[in-house]
C-alpha cells in the first residue's frame, strides 16, 4: 500500500465519491473464467454460492472450492460435490463440462464435518481449463464471527485470483475488540493498536481491510480487491456503510478502486467508488 504525507482525514476532505445500484455480474467483476478469492468473515460461504450461480447463468462450468476448509454444500448451493486427490479432481472437472452448471471440489471429509480444501497449485491447474464460467475459493476462515484479522498463514490465495473479495459483516460495525466478536482479535488488536475491548467503528474496519498484515493479505499483484460490506439491508440506514466505504477509499490503496454494499444474498447492490475528479 502506498505511504502518503497526507492523512486519511485530509484526504477525505478531497475525496468525490459516486454511487450507483448493480446486478453481481457487474459489482463483483465477474468476467467469463475469472478466479475469485473470498477472504474475510461475515458470509463467505453464502457470498460464494451466489456468486457461482450467477456465473453459470452466463453458461460454462462453474467450480466452487477452498483452500482451507467448508461445510458441505447443500443440493440448493451446488449440484455435486466432489472429493477425491487432485489429479483425480482435475480430470472430474473438465468431465463436468456440459454435465453440470455449479460443482463443489475438495479433498476430503474432515472429522469435524468440514471439507479439507485444495492446494493454491490445483486452483492454478483448474484455471487453465477452457470453458469455465469461473472458479470461487473460499481462502479464508472466520469461525462464523463477522470481523476478522488473519494469522501468518492466513489467507491462502492462489496466484491465479483475478478478483479478492475482502468480506467484512456490518454487523460488526460497533462491537468489542473482543474474542466473541472478533476472530483472532488479538492480532486484530495488533495491527491497529488498539487495546482489546475498544470499541470498533468505520476506521476500524477500514484499516483491517487495507492494512499491508490485514484481511486482503497476499492478495497477487495483478488482482484487484473489491471490499464487500456484508449484512446491510439497502432499504435501511446506509450511514454506517458509508463511513466505511469512505474510510477505505480514503486509504488511497492502488489495488482497490470500490467498495460494494448490500446482503450475499440479493440481486442488487450499491458500488461506491471515486470519481475521476476526486482521485
Same mark, same amino acid.
Given at each position: 500500500?502506498? %505511504? ?16 450507483? @445500484?448493480? !446486478? ?9 473464467? #475469472?478466479?475469485?478469492? $473470498? #477472504? ?7 457470498? @460464494?454460492?451466489?456468486?457461482?450461480? /450467477?456465473?453459470?447463468?452466463? &453458461? ?20 455435486? $460435490? ?5 489429479? =483425480? ?5 473438465? /468431465? ?20 479439507? &480444501? *485444495?492446494?493454491?497449485? $490445483?486452483? /492454478? ?15 479464508? !476462515?472466520? =469461525? ?14 492462489? /496466484? ?6 475482502? *468480506? #467484512? !459483516?456490518?454487523?460488526? @460495525? ?57 449484512? *446491510? ?11 466505511? +466505504?469512505?474510510?477505505?477509499?480514503? +486509504?488511497? %490503496? ?5 467498495? #460494494? ?19
Amino acid at each position: 500500500m502506498p %505511504h502518503s504525507n497526507a492523512s486519511n482525514s485530509d484526504i477525505k476532505d478531497k475525496l468525490s465519491l459516486s454511487e450507483r @445500484m448493480a !446486478g453481481p455480474r457487474e459489482a463483483f467483476c465477474l468476467a467469463n473464467g #475469472v478466479v475469485i478469492s $473470498l #477472504v474475510g468473515a461475515g458470509g463467505k460461504t453464502t457470498l @460464494m454460492y451466489a456468486l457461482a450461480k /450467477e456465473l453459470a447463468r452466463a &453458461g460454462g462450468l462453474a467450480i466452487t472450492t477452498t483452500t482451507t476448509k467448508i461445510l458441505p454444500p447443500s443440493r440448493q448451493e451446488s449440484e455435486t $460435490l466432489l472429493l477425491d486427490q487432485e489429479e =483425480a479432481l482435475l480430470t472430474k472437472a473438465t /468431465e463436468s463440462k456440459g454435465r453440470h452448471q455449479v460443482i463443489t471440489m475438495a479433498r476430503r471429509s474432515l472429522d469435524s464435518g468440514k471439507l479439507g &480444501g *485444495v492446494s493454491p497449485g $490445483l486452483v /492454478e491447474r483448474l484455471a487453465l481449463i477452457d470453458g469455465l464460467s469461473g472458479i470461487i475459493v473460499e481462502a479464508d !476462515g472466520s =469461525a462464523r464471527r463477522s470481523l476478522k484479522a488473519p494469522n501468518s498463514t492466513e489467507p491462502v490465495i492462489p /496466484e491465479s485470483t483475478n478478483v479478492v473479495i475482502a *468480506v #467484512v !459483516g456490518m454487523e460488526a @460495525m460497533g462491537c468489542l475488540l473482543d474474542d466473541t466478536h472478533v476472530f483472532r482479535a488479538s492480532i486484530a488488536a495488533e495491527l491497529l493498536g488498539l487495546p482489546m475491548g475498544a470499541r470498533v467503528g468505520a476506521e476500524e474496519i477500514a484499516r483491517l481491510i487495507t492494512h499491508p498484515r490485514g484481511i486482503a493479505k497476499g492478495t497477487p499483484a495483478k488482482a484487484q480487491i473489491v471490499p464487500f460490506l456484508n449484512q *446491510v439491508d439497502l432499504g435501511g440506514d446506509l450511514a454506517p456503510a458509508r463511513a466505511v +466505504a469512505e474510510a477505505i477509499l480514503a +486509504a488511497g %490503496h492502488p489495488q482497490i478502486q470500490r467498495v #460494494v454494499v448490500g446482503e450475499a444474498r440479493k440481486d442488487n447492490f450499491l458500488v461506491i467508488e471515486v470519481t475521476a475528479d476526486g482521485q
